[in-house]
């Protein structure tokens, strides 16, 4: 089992709310990713980061920003949740360039 | 731009038989490739990682080839079972991305 935690499982906010999604990770991993997925669509890589300090941007546009000020948190904030973000937001991580990825058992995300 | 193509359609295959996928990518020079099984409501769970200077990798019932000439990666399941049934994505690495394709569904009949 993956040391790589998500919290909350779900999540049901009204349009406009601030939400942050939380993801950490106890295996000391320098890389860690966000991903966005639709049911029975493929994952899109939204924002990633190879240390402290470290964020990048993926392939998918997102409103979303990241933070990693510490090795095992990577949380995820929405400033004004809408309909459209709503989604699974699974996070993951791994040791270091060219090794498997752990993770987590995602947030199910709904705006309504 | 970069792309990454699994098969389109789903996989329906008789218990005991192998099943192959297929991914395909262009605009990539990707220094390792891995295999993940996702199921319904789950995060994808890591299953084999090939690099560039790699031709073949095996573990246990799953065999993994990397041709970077023609860019593509083949995914066995061999003696496949019903709990062989998920979906399975390939996955590129470069750099400090990890970007993946949309998945093949395998559908594995007793």
């Known amino acids: 089992e993956a040391d790589i935690y998500q919290t909350p499982r779900y999540l049901v906010i009204g349009t406009g709310k601030k939400i942050t999604l939380e993801c950490s990770q106890t295996?000391?991993?320098?890389?860690m990713y966000w991903y966005q997925q639709d049911p029975g669509m493929e994952l899109h890589l939204i924002h990633y980061s190879y240390g402290v300090n470290s964020t990048e941007k993926g392939d998918l546009s997102s409103e979303s920003t990241v933070s990693r000020i510490r090795t095992e948190h990577f949380p995820l904030t929405l400033e004004s949740a809408r309909p459209s973000h709503t989604s699974q937001y699974l996070c993951?991580?791994?040791?270091?360039?060219?090794?498997?990825?752990?993770f987590g058992q995602g947030t199910r995300l709904t705006v309504v | 731009s970069q792309k990454i193509e699994q098969n389109s359609e789903a996989l329906n295959i008789q218990e005991g038989k192998t099943a192959t996928l297929t991914c395909n990518y262009t605009n990539y020079s990707p220094a390792y490739l891995q295999w993940y099984r996702q199921d319904p409501g789950r995060g994808p769970v890591f299953l084999l990682l090939?690099?560039?200077?790699?031709k073949e990798k095996r573990k246990e019932r799953l065999k993994v080839t990397f041709d970077t000439t023609l860019k593509q990666s083949l995914f066995h399941i061999t003696a496949s079972q019903p709990a062989d049934s998920a979906t399975y994505l390939c996955a590129l690495g470069s750099d400090y991305k990890l970007s993946f394709g949309a998945g093949t569904t395998v559908t594995v009949r007793a």
């Open positions: 090939i690099r560039e200077n790699e």
């Open positions: 295996m000391g991993h320098d890389k």
């Open positions: 993951a991580s791994s040791a270091r360039r060219g090794t498997e990825a752990f």
